[in-house]
């Protein structure tokens, strides 16, 4: 551990900038998804889910690749590697001439985006630990969340003047000024003598040693459970709000006003989490998910959409629980994880996501007329996530300071 518990400002924005080239990969997309669809020949507008729900699964498979990585040569060149992974993936997209290219395009570039996304956690997990970490970790991501509140209007803004390709252009631009960042300010943090030793069997190793930790795999599970719901309203939205709701030129703005509840909770998160402890706040943010899809469903069974304004008021509150769990639920899972940080997060990180993608692709697929089976999915693995909690019951380890 390196910063011990000194805040570092730019250190955090530095972290959250590494995270959002992934948010902007895929928010600043969504209201070009329908021009894409049509310029490569897409018939059903739901085949368009898979331009967001495909770079989560490149995600949790390079984890896989660069975590392990990372724990024998160190953070800063793996992230160069799977920076250049994204550049070539990009290329592909933008040179795509049927979806199905596409589609092998956005799966690399979660390929290469899944090393600045997970080795970003492991550089946290290298620098802090405890309750602090959950700390930090709630500040990385609500400034993280601050991208998808500006994206989707920058992607709109600039398909009024462009065509699509410029979405990708843009992200390309954006990314190599954060490496730049990155190269010249940050310091590696796995030194030498605490690097493991390259071998064929690292991967099998570390997932040994992974699972070893109750609430590491745990924890590990509700994130799949919450991120995969969640990944339902990412791939939908733009479905929801423009067809379901007639509300295309609104859709940005919508998406904007609800990345900002996230963000606010995360804050409130980072504010409150050494006093009360991340255990304790995510098992009653996760109850707060559960019980307020529960009653979306109960009032709204018949599949009738609400008014625009009471689904707005249900997906605020949904989405201000979920501000409480994504930095918590990472940082539980990590904390017994310091020794094997790399591994750790790419094993998290692979687990969560590759549940996460076809839950919101099966759930997505129900998403046709009515909002209702979106908030099926919240209740239904809500109730999971908290039982989850309960069976549990609060570890001992998961809220202390201690460095391991």
């Known amino acids: 551990m390196q910063n011990g518990n000194t805040f570092k400002m730019e250190f955090v924005a530095l972290m959250a900038s590494l995270m959002s080239i992934v948010a902007l990969s895929i928010d600043a997309l969504l209201p070009g998804l329908p021009a894409i669809g049509n310029d490569l020949g897409v018939t059903s507008t739901n085949d368009n889910q898979w331009l967001i729900t495909m770079i989560f699964l490149g995600l949790g498979f390079g984890q896989l690749i660069f975590g392990p990585l990372s724990d024998s040569f160190g953070r800063k060149p793996i992230v160069y590697i799977g920076f250049g992974v994204f550049i070539i993936a990009s290329i592909i997209c ?9 589609i092998i395009g956005r799966v690399l570039q979660g390929v290469g985006l899944s090393s600045p996304r997970t080795l970003s956690i492991a550089i946290i997990r290298d620098s802090y630990s405890g309750n602090y970490m959950a700390k930090i970790m709630s500040i990385v991501v609500m400034v993280f969340i601050l991208v998808p509140v500006i994206a989707p209007a920058m992607g709109q803004f600039i398909l009024n003047f462009r ?43 570390g997932a040994r040693e992974f699972i070893k ?3 590491a795999v745990a924890f590990t599970l509700v994130s799949g459970f919450i991120t995969g719901s969640f990944m339902v309203y990412l791939s939908t939205s733009q479905q929801i709000f423009e067809q379901q709701y ?11 006003s609800l990345a900002i509840s996230v963000g606010l909770a995360t804050y409130l998160n980072s504010v ?27 009032v709204f069974w018949s599949g009738i959409n609400p008014s625009i304004q009471v689904l707005l008021g249900f997906f605020a509150i949904q989405f201000f629980a979920v501000g409480f769990l994504f930095g ?10 310091g020794h094997i940080a790399g591994i750790g997060a790419a094993i998290n990180g692979f687990v969560s996501t590759v ?23 919240f209740s239904s693995f809500g109730i999971l996530s908290l039982l989850t909690f309960i069976i549990l ?8 300071d201690n460095v391991h």
């Open 328 to 337: 918590n639920l990472r940082a539980l899972a990590m904390q017994p994880l």
């Open 272 to 298: 409150f989490v050494v006093k009360y402890g991340m255990w304790k706040i995510a098992y009653i943010a996760t109850a707060a998910y559960a019980f307020i899809s529960l009653a979306y469903v109960a």
């Open 246 to 256: 007639n509300l295309a030129d609104l859709f940005p703005y919508i998406f904007a």
């Open 163 to 205: 065509s699509w390709h410029s979405i990708f252009y843009v992200n390309l631009i954006y990314g190599l000024l954060v490496m730049l960042w990155f190269w010249k300010r940050q310091d590696e943090t796995l030194v030498k003598e605490n690097r493991i030793k390259f071998t064929s069997h690292l991967f099998i190793d």
């Open 213 to 215: 930790y109750r609430d």
């Open 393 to 400: 019951k609060k570890p001992s380890d998961a809220v202390t």
């Open 94 to 102: 933008l040179t795509a001439k049927n979806f199905e290219m596409m």
């Open 355 to 377: 549940m996460a993608v076809p839950i919101a692709n099966y759930i997505g697929s129900f998403v046709t007329d009515s909002v209702l089976p979106l908030f099926i999915g």
